[in-house]
């Protein structure tokens, strides 16, 4: 109680104080500072909230991810920024907190993104975690999911990005296909050859920018994409070989 007290104290006093008592606590990294640390994160001044937030990421200890996902939906957003960043140094320990905010909502929808958006951040230990995530039975949790997969840049997202391109929810399908865009790994290219002959418009539209911006790697799914069953796909595929032919023969590098 008396440590904790100093430290609001010294937090209270002024934005320099505040800042170098953080710092501080931060780089000793001592384990006795985390309680009262925790404590702090509750205290009624956003100003004490925060630096109680960013000298917990600096100690990096596992036992404030409890309490700082609880942070990520504070009303001060400088606040909730810093929770997300405390809980992203922390890493793979807050994996399976996060993936229960995303899954469970937390207080209200911004608990969810901004978990998904620590767990993009925390890349390859999330990336089991997310994929099973991708599978949840609320469309909602599983958008999060392909989202935070999609921002995490890992070439392991592809595999459930592709798998989401089955999804029975549109929505789903066409954060899907954008998601593959981005990424750019030639691996999904035969899944968004398939996709182009999708039931929904916004599914189609959104393979077709993910492939016109693929990369050299798609040529061969590309060709093998003009024997498609479905001569809708075939026809696509003929176009987008066409576009991507011309766009090469005007590249001064051609």
Same mark, same amino acid.
Do not use: C
């Given at each position: ?17 505040? !800042? ?6 931060? +780089? ?78 937390? +207080? ?12 993009? $951040? ?78 929904? !418009? ?48 005007? $590249?001064?590098?051609?």
């Amino acid at each position: 109680p008396g440590l904790r007290k100093a430290m609001v104290s010294a937090f209270r006093e002024n934005n320099f104080v505040a !800042e170098s008592a953080a710092e501080a606590l931060g +780089k000793l990294g001592d384990g006795r500072a985390v309680p009262p640390l925790m404590g702090a994160l509750a205290d009624g001044s956003r100003h004490v909230r925060k630096k109680a937030a960013d000298a917990l990421g600096m100690i990096r200890d596992p036992r404030a991810a409890a309490s700082l996902v609880a942070l990520l939906g504070d009303a001060d957003a400088e606040t909730a920024r810093s929770a997300q960043s405390a809980l992203a140094n922390i890493g793979q320990p807050a994996v399976p907190l996060l993936i229960s905010a995303v899954a469970g909502g937390g +207080k209200n929808p911004v608990d969810r993104t901004a978990a998904a958006a620590v767990l993009a $951040s925390i890349g390859a230990p999330a990336l089991d975690p997310l994929t099973d995530l991708a599978r949840h039975h609320d469309a909602d949790v599983r958008m999060h999911a392909l989202r935070a997969l999609r921002d995490s840049g890992l070439a392991g997202a592809a595999e459930p990005l592709s798998a989401a391109l089955r999804d029975v929810d549109p929505r789903i399908r066409r954060e899907a296909a954008a998601g593959l865009g981005r990424l750019g790994n030639a691996l999904a290219a035969p899944f968004l050859i398939d996709a182009l002959g999708d039931s929904d !418009e916004g599914v189609r539209a959104k393979a077709r920018e993910a492939l016109e911006t693929s990369g050299p790697a798609a040529s061969e799914p590309l060709l093998d994409g003009l024997e498609h069953d479905d001569p809708a796909v075939r026809a696509a595929v003929a176009a987008l070989r066409e576009q991507r032919g011309a766009l090469r023969a005007a $590249s001064p590098l051609a």
